[in-house]
């Protein structure tokens, strides 16, 4: 796994939502039932409900290039457990970046960086502390429509603290 360091060059912000008591509106729900989103004092959490995905997702930009920055809190109890970020197309094709059950984990990833380039590349990050981050992979992937984050499981929510999207030319990876 590489290590890098990313630094940011200029600003490109296309939408910061930090959760606090409201979100932006252009956040969908799936499925939409509101009892399962919650606020927090600094955050937004997704409630877990057995047998039942749920799914928050906003649009990419139109020129389908971004970076995602996120921090999350996450702590599942089980192997069933699961939740992370997502990007999706109207055709529900999806690449995930999950957080998962490790009973042998001591410390679990809390921010995920999504970004995607003008060839559709999608890169996904992780890192522990967010100032160093491991490269977990990369695919190809043109239909993505939509990002956002996903729960799976029925004990842990997810805690959303902050989500940032910039442009994807604004940041340099060292």
């Not at 998962?100 to 410390?107: A, G, L």
Request: glycine share 6%; net charge negative.
């Amino acid at each position: 796994m590489n290590k890098r360091k990313i630094t940011k060059v200029s600003s490109g912000l296309i939408l910061k939502d930090d959760f606090n008591n409201s979100f932006n509106p252009l956040w969908d729900f799936f499925p939409n039932n509101m009892k399962r989103v919650l606020f927090a004092k600094d955050s937004i959490l997704l409630l877990p409900e057995k047998d039942s995905p749920m799914e928050m997702i906003i649009p990419v930009p139109n020129n389908g290039e971004f970076v995602m920055q996120t921090e999350l809190i996450y702590k599942p109890t089980a192997p069933n457990e699961f939740a992370g970020c997502l990007i999706k197309s109207i055709t529900d094709n999806k690449v995930e970046c999950e957080i998962s059950y490790n009973p042998d984990e001591t410390e679990q990833y809390k921010f995920i960086k999504i970004s995607c380039n003008s060839s559709y590349i999608i890169n996904l990050r992780a890192s522990k502390d967010g100032e160093i981050w491991d490269d977990l992979g990369n695919t190809k992937f043109f239909d993505g429509n939509y990002i956002g984050y996903f729960i799976n499981g029925e004990k842990s929510g997810l805690a959303i603290k902050e989500c940032t999207k910039e442009s994807w030319n604004q940041l340099f990876f060292q």
